[in-house]
């Protein structure tokens, strides 16, 4: 992991999470605070129905929230989409935007991730920018070029201004317990590295990149380790404060 930049650990809670789950941040609250403060930045992505009274528990424990996503437009008449500026007003810091499940179930295209994380920084929201390819692209070659024109068309020229986070999520691995061999992984993190330093100079450098992808206690310390890993976008395993601890205190 790259040390001079500061590892961000966040957790994906997707569709998962009702107001009894707030136990369990009070749980990772309490255990953050407990003793050494974690050597990275935490966050926590819940439905946006909790941002709020999660923001209550997570705030004073140093926990950032995000949401998972935001529209593109400000306000209007967009029934059931949430503008970024509602995602701040919530207590929101974060946001991800382009998250495969988002590309596949919802048809997003790298235009319209482009023009979420714009949104997202015009707000004074960090857009953690997910990219990643399928196993039938992997198996075909073609991973290096499939990521590398999501990178380049979905991450904004505004970037070169504002902090912007990079999450490479390999969609066959999401969920399923599979993940890349550490060969696989540094090579894609070195090839995001080289594109975003060929594009933003000394910006470039400095961005993070967060690898995801059924990142769990058991492999953190070692995917955590890689060259240009800069910390994880953590899906499952955020659920639970035991198992998002576990990963907090790998780096």
Not at 66 to 91: I, N, R
Not at 122 to 147: F, H, K, M
Not at 152 to 167: G, K, L, M, R
């Amino acid at each position: 992991m790259t040390q001079t930049i500061t590892p961000l650990i966040a957790g994906n809670w997707k569709m998962n999470g009702l107001r009894q789950s707030l136990l369990e941040v009070e749980k990772l609250a309490a255990k953050l605070t407990a003793g050494e403060p974690p050597r990275c930045t935490v966050a926590l992505c819940p439905p946006a129905t909790l941002i709020n009274a999660m923001n209550r528990i997570a705030a004073p424990a140093g926990i950032v929230l995000g949401g998972q996503d935001c529209s593109a437009e400000a306000s209007g008449a967009h029934t059931g989409d949430l503008s970024a500026p509602m995602l701040a007003d919530a207590g929101a810091q974060m946001v991800i935007v382009g998250h495969s499940e988002r590309r596949a179930d919802h048809g997003e295209t790298d235009e319209m991730v482009r023009q979420k994380a714009i949104a997202a920084l015009t707000s004074g929201l960090t857009p953690i920018i997910c990219v990643g390819e399928t196993r039938a692209q992997r198996e075909a070659g073609e991973a290096d070029a499939v990521v590398s024109r999501q990178l380049a068309a979905s991450v904004p020229d505004q970037a070169a201004e504002h902090d912007v986070v990079i999450a490479y999520e390999p969609v066959w691995a999401i969920g399923t317990g599979l993940t890349p061999t550490s060969a696989d992984i540094a090579q894609m993190h070195k090839s995001l590295r080289d594109q975003l330093i060929s594009r933003f100079g000394g910006r470039g450098e400095g961005m993070r990149l967060l690898y995801g992808g059924s990142l769990k206690p058991g492999n953190a310390k070692e995917i955590l380790a890689i060259a240009n890993v800069n910390g994880g976008l953590v899906g499952g395993a955020s659920l639970l404060a035991d198992d998002f601890t576990a990963i907090i205190w790998a780096v």
